[in-house]
């Protein structure tokens, strides 16, 4: 009896050893769903942190120097500047979500950026990976459809940031302002990365670039460190 019982459990029992092992394999990601994967899991973080609000870029003029009074006119700037400033704090302060607009085209750091970071981190340490489909990818925001702080919307959807009006405050039909990033070059043991990202107010006013580090050190990926490249 108990021989019969042990011929029928073996192979029961090697079919459970093989699935525990499967299932213990951990899986890996295909190199291009990879880099995917991480930009989603620092997006948020690095938008954050570099994102411009044309609704606040344009404060009062400054004091001008007169030739009748010979010197620097404040007349009424003091008063003008607690408004500006009155008024920058009521737009922080609004509940709803910010509007910010992606460009959805992520392809690698441009040569000009390139030889400007090589100033700050030593590049060839690091590599892009191998993409199917070429050096671009769309970078897909419906991952981001429910964050609570930010709306995101591709640029496609909207005129030209360089034809906003930024003096038309009240238009709410328009982004804040815009965003895009880069694709992220790793080092060999894909535990760190850099990219560059950008952010505009529009209006073709302003716009800034940065290098971004990112790293994973606990199993997450987050940001290390964000240098300010350039302004225009």
Same mark, same amino acid.
């Given at each position: 009896?108990?021989?019969?019982?042990?011929?029928? =459990?073996?192979?029961?029992?090697? /079919?459970?050893?093989?699935?525990?092992?499967?299932?213990?394999?951990?899986?890996?990601?295909?190199?291009?769903?990879?880099?995917?994967?991480?930009?989603?899991?620092?997006?948020?973080? &690095?938008?954050?942190?570099?994102?411009?609000?044309?609704?606040?870029? #344009?404060?009062?003029?400054?004091?001008?120097? +007169? *030739?009748?009074?010979?010197?620097?006119?404040?007349?009424?700037?003091?008063?003008?500047?607690?408004?500006?400033?009155?008024? %920058?704090?009521? &737009?922080?302060?609004?509940?709803?979500?910010?509007? @910010?607009? !992606?460009?959805?085209?992520?392809? %690698?750091? *441009? *040569?000009?950026? +390139?030889?400007? /970071?090589?100033?700050?981190?030593? #590049? =060839?340490?690091?590599?892009?990976?191998?993409?199917?489909?070429?050096?671009?990818? %769309?970078?897909? @925001?419906?991952?981001?459809?429910?964050?609570?702080?930010?709306?995101?919307? *591709?640029?496609?959807?909207?005129?030209?940031?360089?034809?906003?009006?930024?003096?038309?405050?009240?238009?709410? @039909?328009?982004?804040?302002?815009?965003?895009? &990033?880069?694709? /992220?070059?790793?080092?060999?043991?894909?535990?760190?990365?850099?990219?560059?990202?950008?952010?505009?107010?529009?209006?073709?006013?302003?716009?800034?670039?940065? #290098? !971004?580090?990112?790293?994973?050190?606990?199993?997450?990926?987050?940001?290390?460190?964000? &240098?300010? @490249?350039?302004? =225009?």
């Amino acid at each position: 009896m108990s021989m019969r019982f042990i011929k029928l =459990s073996k192979p029961i029992f090697i /079919i459970l050893v093989l699935l525990s092992s499967f299932g213990c394999k951990k899986k890996e990601l295909p190199e291009s769903e990879f880099e995917k994967e991480v930009l989603n899991n620092v997006f948020v973080e &690095i938008v954050d942190s570099i994102y411009m609000d044309r609704r606040m870029m #344009l404060g009062p003029p400054p004091p001008i120097f +007169t *030739s009748k009074i010979n010197k620097v006119d404040t007349t009424g700037h003091a008063t003008e500047l607690r408004k500006y400033l009155h008024y %920058k704090d009521s &737009i922080k302060n609004i509940k709803e979500r910010i509007l @910010l607009g !992606v460009y959805e085209q992520v392809g %690698k750091i *441009s *040569s000009l950026e +390139t030889e400007i /970071i090589s100033k700050e981190v030593e #590049l =060839s340490n690091f590599a892009y990976d191998t993409l199917k489909e070429g050096d671009e990818f %769309k970078f897909d @925001l419906k991952p981001f459809k429910n964050n609570r702080k930010f709306r995101f919307e *591709s640029t496609s959807k909207y005129l030209h940031e360089k034809n906003w009006n930024l003096n038309d405050k009240s238009n709410s @039909l328009i982004p804040v302002g815009t965003v895009f &990033i880069s694709r /992220i070059q790793f080092d060999k043991t894909k535990t760190k990365g850099v990219l560059t990202a950008g952010a505009s107010c529009g209006g073709g006013k302003c716009g800034r670039g940065f #290098l !971004v580090i990112i790293e994973n050190k606990t199993g997450k990926w987050k940001v290390n460190k964000i &240098i300010h @490249l350039w302004d =225009s």
